[in-house]
C-alpha cells in the first residue's frame, strides 16, 4: 500500500480502550435501554438501581448470579472449543437437555447411593449424554457433510419433544399422577443428589465445578497435543489434513466435546439448582436459553475459557437483576430480553474499532521495502 | 384406526394443511437465500419473524385493514433488516452472533410490546381463503392447490421469482459474485456493501411477511414466542436447500408435509405419543440429508465481512 508508518501516537490509551470496549458497548446499550425504560414509564436511574441491587445487592443475590451464569459457563466452554475447531454448534439448548435428562434418570433410578457416589455418577452421565448429542452433528458434518448449523438447530428440538415426552409419561412424578395435576415434571431426586452448598445461600458447588473445569479447558486447548489439533483443524482444514491430521476425527471432537460440556452444565443445574427435571412445553422453558447465551457469553470472553468467566457471571447478573427489575417496578423481563440482544449485538459492532487499530499496526514504511528486497536479492 | 389416514379426505387434509404451514417457512427462507448468497448469515430471523407477526397483527387489530397489516409487517422487518444489514456489513459485526444478539431483541421487544399494547390473547380476523374461479373446483387438486389465501399464494409464487431473479438478472449475477468474490466482483465495479445490504434488508421484509403469515393469515393470534424455532429452521432450511429457492422449497415442502402429517395423525387419535410425532419433521429432515450426501458447498464468502482494498 506504501503509506508512511502509522503507529499510533497513544498505544497506551489505545489498548486500554480495547480491553474496556466490551463495558463501554454495554454502557451504550444501556443508555437505549433507558429510553426505552422512560418510554415505559419507567425512571431509568431507579430501574438500573433495581437491576444491580438484584444482581449484587445482597449475599444471597451475589449466589444466584453466580448461579445463573454457572450454565452459560459450561455451554460457553463448549462452544469455545467447537468454534475454536471450525464447527458452530448451535445446539447448546438440546445438548443440555440430553445432560440434564440423563443426570435426571440416574438420580431417580439410584435414590440410596450415597452423594459422594451418586454426584459424580451423574455428572459423567450428564456429560456422556451430551457427548452423544453434540457427536451426532459432528458425525453428520464429518461424514455425511451435514452442515452443522443445520442439524443442531433440529437437534434441539428433537431433545425438547423427547423431553416433554418423558417428562409427561414414563418420567412423571408419581405424585403428580395421584393428585391428577400433571404437571411435567419428575419426582424430587433424594437429598443424597443435592450439590453441596458453598456458603448459605443458593450457591452450589457446580459453580465451583465449573470454573475449575473452564482452567482445564485452557489448558486442554493451549496445552495438550488433542486441543492443538482442534485449533489447527478450526484454522485451516486443508492444512491441518496435509500436516497429517485426520480431520474428520476432529471436527467429530470438537462438537463431540462442545456437547459434553453443555450436557454437564444440564447436569449441574438439575443437581444443583431444581432437584428434579420440568418442563413448560416450550423449546427453552426448561434451559432458559442457556443454550444460546452461552454462545454469547464464549464469544464476549473472546472464545477464550478463562474469558468466559466473566462474561458467563455478567449475564447471570443481567438475567438475575432482571427478575429483581419486574417485581420492584413492574417492567416485563422481556424488556431484558430485549436489552440482553441490544447488548449483544453492541459489544459484537464495538469490536470494529479492535480490528481497525490491529490493521493500523501492520501497516509498513516503504523505505523499510527496498532494503528488504535488496536483501533477499543479494 | 391407522387406515382413516389413508383416507382420501385425510389426505387431501394433509396436502392442503402442508402448503399453508409451508408458507412462513418459504418466506423467512427464500428471503435468508439472497442474504446467505451474498454471503451474510443472519441468524436473526426468528426475531425478526416476532417483530413483523406483532406489527402485522397489532395493525390489524386496531384498523382491521389487513393491507395495512401487512405493510406494518413488511416494514418492520426491513427495518431490522437494514439494521442487521449496518452491523453485518458496515460495523463487519461477526455475524453468527450478531444475528442472535437481534433474535433476542426480537423475542423481548415483540413481548414487552404485546405486554403492554395488548395484554391478553386476543384474535383477528386474518386473510381469508380466496377460491381461485374455475381452478379452485377441479376435484382434490383445486382444494389442495387453489383455496389458500393471498400470503400463501405469495409464498409460493416467491420462489419462481426468486429463481429468476438470482439466475437470470443481472442483480442476481451481482448477488453471487458478492457472495462468491467479493474482492473480484468489487474490482469489477460492483458495491459489495450495497448489494449486501440490499439483500439482507429484503430478507429482513420477507422475515417481516413471515411472521404477518402467521398472525394475520394462518394462526389469526399473537402471543409470547409466537414463533417458537420457525425462524431457526427456515434458516437451517437454506442450508438444506443448497442455496437455491427450489432447493429451499423442497425443503420447506417436505418439513411442512411432515408437520401436516402428525398433526392429523395426533387429531385422528393414531396412538403415537404426541411429541414423538412431533419431532418427526426434524428427524426426516436431517434423515433426507444423510441419504441425499450432496456435496453442496457454500457461497465462499459466507460470514466473512468485506472491507475494500484488504
Known amino acids: 500500500m506504501g503509506t508512511s508508518l502509522t503507529l499510533s501516537k497513544y498505544p497506551q490509551l489505545e489498548r486500554i480502550v480495547d480491553a474496556l470496549l466490551p463495558a463501554i458497548a454495554t454502557l451504550a446499550a444501556l443508555a437505549v435501554g433507558a429510553v426505552m425504560l422512560v418510554l415505559l414509564g419507567a425512571n431509568p436511574l431507579e430501574a438500573y438501581r433495581a437491576l444491580i441491587e438484584g444482581a449484587f ?16 459457563l459450561m455451554v460457553g466452554l463448549g462452544i469455545c472449543i467447537a468454534f475454536r475447531g471450525g464447527v458452530i454448534n448451535i445446539g447448546g439448548e438440546g445438548q443440555l437437555v440430553a445432560g440434564a435428562l440423563a443426570a435426571t434418570w440416574v438420580a431417580l433410578a439410584l435414590p440410596h447411593w450415597p452423594g459422594w457416589a451418586i454426584i459424580p455418577l451423574c455428572m459423567v452421565v450428564g456429560f456422556l449424554a451430551g457427548a452423544v448429542w453434540g457427536g451426532i452433528p459432528g458425525a453428520l458434518k464429518a461424514y455425511f457433510n451435514v452442515n452443522e448449523i443445520l442439524s443442531t438447530i433440529m437437534l434441539n428440538q428433537i431433545a425438547v419433544q423427547g423431553m416433554n415426552f418423558l417428562l409427561r409419561g414414563p418420567m412423571i412424578d408419581p405424585v403428580q399422577l395421584q393428585v391428577a395435576s400433571r404437571i411435567p415434571q419428575t419426582a424430587r431426586f433424594s437429598r443424597a443428589a443435592d450439590l453441596p452448598r458453598l456458603v448459605p445461600t443458593r450457591l452450589h458447588l457446580g459453580t465451583g465445578i465449573a470454573v475449575i473445569l473452564a482452567v482445564l479447558v485452557y489448558i486442554f486447548l493451549w496445552r495438550t497435543t488433542y486441543g492443538y489439533r482442534i485449533r489447527a483443524v478450526g484454522l485451516n482444514p486443508d492444512a491441518s489434513r496435509y500436516a497429517g491430521i485426520r480431520v474428520e476425527r476432529y471436527i467429530v471432537l470438537s462438537l463431540l466435546l462442545s456437547g459434553a460440556f453443555a450436557g454437564l452444565g444440564g447436569a449441574i443445574q438439575v443437581l444443583g439448582v431444581h432437584h428434579r427435571m420440568f418442563t413448560d412445553g416450550s423449546a427453552t422453558g426448561f434451559t432458559g436459553s442457556a443454550g444460546f447465551n452461552g454462545i454469547v457469553a464464549a464469544l464476549f470472553g473472546k472464545l477464550h475459557p478463562l474469558g468466559t468467566i466473566p462474561a458467563s457471571f455478567l449475564f447471570g447478573a443481567l438475567l438475575v437483576g432482571a427478575n429483581k427489575l419486574q417485581r420492584a417496578m413492574q417492567v416485563p423481563s422481556a424488556l431484558i430480553t430485549a436489552l440482553n440482544g441490544l447488548v449483544v449485538v453492541f459489544v459484537v459492532s464495538s469490536e470494529i474499532w479492535s480490528r481497525r487499530r490491529a490493521r493500523r499496526r501492520v501497516t509498513v514504511a516503504p523505505e523499510a521495502a527496498p532494503a528488504a528486497e535488496a536483501e533477499v536479492a543479494a | 384406526m391407522i387406515s382413516d389416514l389413508f383416507s382420501a379426505q385425510v389426505l387431501i387434509g394433509i396436502l392442503t394443511s402442508g402448503m399453508r404451514l409451508a408458507t412462513p417457512y418459504l418466506y423467512a427462507a427464500v428471503g435468508e437465500t439472497f442474504g446467505q448468497r451474498s454471503g451474510v448469515l443472519n441468524l436473526g430471523v426468528e426475531g425478526i419473524m416476532l417483530m413483523g407477526a406483532y406489527a402485522g397483527f397489532y395493525a390489524v387489530f386496531t384498523t382491521g385493514n389487513l393491507l395495512l397489516g401487512l405493510l406494518a409487517a413488511m416494514l418492520v422487518g426491513g427495518l431490522l433488516g437494514l439494521f442487521m444489514a449496518f452491523i453485518s456489513v458496515t460495523l463487519q459485526a461477526e455475524q453468527g452472533i450478531s444475528g442472535i444478539g437481534v433474535y433476542l431483541f426480537g423475542l423481548g421487544m415483540s413481548d414487552l410490546l404485546f405486554q403492554k399494547t395488548l395484554g391478553t390473547v386476543e384474535t383477528v380476523s386474518g386473510f381469508p381463503p380466496i377460491h381461485i374461479p374455475v381452478l379452485s373446483d377441479i376435484p382434490v387438486i383445486g382444494q389442495i392447490l387453489f383455496s389458500h389465501n393471498v400470503l ?153 465481512p468485506f472491507e475494500r482494498g484488504e
Request: no cysteine; proline share 5%; charged share 10%.
Open chain 1, 57 to 72: 445487592g445482597s449475599r444471597n443475590a451475589l449466589a444466584d448470579t453466580l448461579v445463573k451464569g454457572t450454565p452459560l
Open chain 2, 152 to 304: 400463501v399464494y405469495g409464498a409460493f409464487a416467491l420462489v419462481p421469482i426468486a429463481w429468476f431473479v438470482l439466475n437470470k438478472t443481472t442483480l442476481g449475477l451481482n448477488i453471487r459474485a458478492v457472495g462468491e468474490n467479493p474482492e473480484a466482483a468489487d474490482s469489477l465495479g460492483v458495491s459489495v456493501s450495497r448489494v449486501r445490504y440490499f439483500t439482507v434488508t429484503l430478507g429482513g421484509v420477507l422475515s417481516g411477511v413471515a411472521g404477518a403469515s402467521l398472525s394475520i393469515a394462518l394462526l389469526n393470534v399473537f402471543q409470547q414466542n409466537l414463533t417458537n424455532g420457525i425462524g431457526f429452521i427456515a434458516v437451517a432450511l437454506v442450508y438444506f436447500g443448497g442455496w437455491r429457492p427450489v432447493g429451499v422449497l423442497v425443503g420447506s415442502l417436505l418439513f411442512s408435509m411432515v408437520n401436516a402429517l402428525q398433526v392429523w395423525v395426533q387429531t385422528l387419535g393414531i396412538p403415537v405419543p404426541s411429541e414423538i410425532a412431533v419431532m418427526m419433521p426434524y428427524v426426516l429432515t436431517i434423515l433426507v440429508l444423510v441419504i441425499a450426501v450432496q456435496r453442496v458447498r457454500p457461497p465462499t464468502a459466507l460470514t466473512k
